[in-house]
Structure formats: structure tokens, C-alpha cells
């Protein structure tokens, strides 16, 4: 990555390879010196007076010529620009490496999105073609007298094309131009009347394949309220023009009030047969909530209580249906039963002296999962040595498998790659969105940092800059496809390293 003096429309989405070295600006081609097949047999004979002056290509002077690109070269600083560690000076903005990426596309709403879902399509698995089509949910951020304003949007993002690599002129003629098309953002919208603290999609599939899957979303909004919307009408429009969509139809068909203070810990049961939902506040309570094959939703109003501070996560267990972990701000991470009577967790582990804001568990081994923190530390843990008497201090206490601390702010976003059970995508609030390959193991000779460079571990695969990032999700359908909010909007991209 190299760090660029800021030009005139230079806001971009960046990112650091890992070990890759800026390189240095490119001076203007020298003169060749081309000798004359018929030389003068009577030159040295008749010298000119006159002063002789070489002419360069452009018929000026090379030391000239030179002396001016040096003049006007790019400042490029020759020293490894890491974001997050690395400060900008006044005057200068990062730009990405093209090379770096197989896949870079940004764009912006009306309102900031703090978080978003994917949703799964009808376009099939493993896709590696260009332009990609994708589809996702996102609630905006409207605040104080503009809260009115606040929608859900439902989108699909289309002719997401490869990057344009630098080909000879001939191979691009030849190219097709389909490859080459300009993105294509197109939503719908579904009034809201609180900004989005968390929102997360589900779908269940159709009973006749001849119909789509029903998608649910549930959000959870500022004022406390969880609102649960059918958008199945919504995503079926962008491909069957002229489709209209009925005002109820954008109204939510739940309204959950439970919640007697706002909250972020949302997640919903990938196991379960009918919808299942759980939601978790700052006062530490988690309400499960489920729909019937009547399609009425209902809420236990036993909560499960046991936290100390307010529930900032949860995730289902992607292999038992009646199991979920919790994180939490009092610095723990755990482990509920829903069948439990008592409503109280099964196991309590410490996994941190801050807030623990953000949980991942892996869908390829269901016994590891990976916490983020507010000190900026994320870790995978072994579940396998999670023991009940971990929650009344009576056994050892566990440690992490694999911790990391190159962020230096808090972590708001982790998630393992869907198919990959080493990769892991974290994002932070130092403004970059890094992946990790847990795979890379070293032994007591080896260096522990990257290039050479203090501090970068070589488990760091890639650092994609982006301003105030929120949430990250990797692409369930597209290899490698991760996209991110943050304050100056969305950004998908797809990197020559995973």
C-alpha cells in the first residue's frame, strides 16, 4: 500500500497486502541513442561553432525534461503504511492496490447502515463468474428530527465486475464487454420509524420449487421494539418487472415489545424447522421467540438471565438446535440450554477484562468460537474445553486457542468464512477490515512478524482500509465475496488471497 499525496477526488475504499512493498513512482522512458547507418566521412573536418544540444523524445533537453517529471512526480512514501497503526498526514489519503483485489466496489446511501444481512438467492453456489449479482437487507441511521426518514432497504446489487488488470490492447478488444459492466444498485424500501441497531435475515424453503423461499427479517430498532417483516414480495420484484407491491405488504407482520431497553444481540435459529428468533438488551435479558405453522409469532416471557452488563451478541450452535452462546459487556462469553427450566446458563467463561462485543461460531467445526473485544483483542476458543465448572470458578480456567492483538480498537465484526474452517474476517475501529488464515502455524525458529514489519503476524492475510466499519459478512454463494458498512457506506470486494 502505498501512502499517496491526496488528489483532487480521492475518497476511496483502501487496503494493505500483506507483505507487499509500495512501489517506487516510475520515471519517463531515457532517450535511446540511436547511431546513424551513414556517418559523415568529412565531419571531423567541418566542427560548428555552435553549442550542440541533444534533444530527448519530445524535443527537449533530457536533463530538462527529467527535471520536470521530478518535479511533479507523486510523493510516495517508501515505508509500509499499515491503517490503523499509520497515521495520515494533513494533506494525503490512501489508495488501493489493484493488483490486491480480484473484486472493489463501494457505494453510499442516504443514511449511514450500521448493519446489514445477505441474503441467499436462487443463483446458485460456488460462483465465480463476472459481474456477480448479489442481495442484501439494511436498516439506515436517521436521527433526531430526521427519524422519520429511517427505512429498512432491501437491494440487489448487480454487474459487480472483475477488476480492469492492466492486458495488452488486443486481449481487451477481445474481452466481453458483460465482464466489464457498471454496478447497479436498486432497492426497496420499507418505512421504519427508529434507527437500526441490528438486523438479520432468515428464510425458509418452499414447499413447491416452483415458488421462492420466504425470507423473514428481524430488527432490532433504537427504541426497543424487535419489528419482523416478510420481504419475500420485495425480492421477488427486482426480477419480474412491474410487480407492485401493496402498502401491507411493507408493514411488519410482528411487533415485539418485550424488551424494555434497547439492544443488539439478535440472531436467528439455523436448525430450527419454523423461525425461531432470540434478542438480547443492555438490562442482560434474552427473549426467545418463535412462529408457528399458523404464522403467529409468540414470545416466552421468561427471559434467561445471568449477565451482569448488557448482552452485546449471540449466536446459535450451528450443530445443536437447543444451544446459543452470549457475549456480553460484563466480559463473558455463555453457554444457554433453551430447554433449561430455570432459564440461567449452562457455562460462564471470562474471556475478557472489557466488553465482549461480538461472537462468531464456526459452521465448519462446531466446537470453535471466536470472540472480539473492546481492548481490540479477538480469539478463537475450543469449546471442548469450556466445563461446566468453568461458570462457578471451580475447574481451570480456559485460554484461547489463538489471540490476536493488531487492532488497536475495538472489535465490532467477526465472522468465519462459510465454507473455510481457518479463515475468519474481523473489522475494527481503527477504520480496516482484516483476514485472518489460522491454517499459518510456525515453529520456535521463525519469525512472528510479517516482512519484517513489528507486530503483523503472519496469520494476516489482508487489511482492506474502510472508514468507520460496523459489520462484516462474508457471501454464502460467492467464494471469497466480503462486504462491510460503516459510516461512509457499503464496500464489496473480493481479494487475490482467499
Known sequence: MAKRAAEANGNEANALKDGERPL???????????????EDEFED???????????????????????????????????TFIPGRNQLEKGQTLSPDSSAYE??????TTWPCLSFDIVKDLLGDLRRTYPATMYAVAGTQAEGKKAGENELMVMKLSGLSRMDRERDEESDEDDDDEENAEP?????????????????????????SSRP????????????????HDITPHLSAFDNPGTMIAPQQSRPVATLRMHRTEGYALDWSPLAPQPKLLTGDNDGKIFLTTCNEGGKWSTDNRPFTGHKGSVEDIQWSPSEPHVFASASSDGTVKIWDTRSKSRTHRISVQVSNTDVNVISWSRQNAF???TGADDGQWAVWDLRKWAPGSSTGSGPAPTPVASFNFHKEQITSVEWHPTDDSIVAVAAGDNTLTLWDLAVEL???????????KDVPPQLLFVHYMEMVKECHWH???????????????????????
Do not use: Y
Not at 473484486?103 to 453510499?108: A, D, K, Q
Not at 432497492?187 to 414447499?207: D, E, F, V
Not at 515453529?443 to 514489519?453: G, I, L, P, R
Not at 459510516?487 to 470486494?493: A, H, K, N
Open 45 to 79: 573536418e567541418f566542427d560548428s561553432e555552435e553549442e550542440v544540444i541533444e534533444a530527448g523524445v519530445d524535443g527537449r533537453p533530457d536533463e530538462e525534461r527529467e527535471a520536470e517529471e521530478r518535479r511533479d512526480a507523486m510523493d510516495v512514501d517508501q515505508q
Open 368 to 370: 470453535l468460537l471466536a
Open 184 to 208: 447497479v444498485l436498486e432497492t426497496k424500501s420499507l418505512p421504519m420509524t427508529s434507527t437500526t441497531n441490528r438486523i438479520r435475515a432468515h428464510q425458509i424453503p418452499p414447499s413447491d
Open 213 to 228: 423461499p420466504t425470507t423473514f427479517t428481524a430488527t432490532m430498532t433504537e427504541n426497543a421494539s424487535v419489528l419482523i
Open 443 to 453: 515453529d520456535d525458529e521463525e519469525s512472528h512478524d510479517t516482512a519484517d514489519v
Open 476 to 498: 454464502p454463494q460467492i467464494p471469497g465475496c466480503v462486504m462491510g458498512t460503516g459510516g461512509g457506506g457499503f464496500g464489496i470486494f473480493k481479494t487475490i488471497s482467499v
Open 103 to 108: 473484486m472493489l466496489h463501494s457505494l453510499s
Open 24 to 38: 517506487r513512482a516510475e520515471n519517463g522512458d531515457e532517450a535511446g541513442i540511436f547511431e546513424d547507418e551513414f
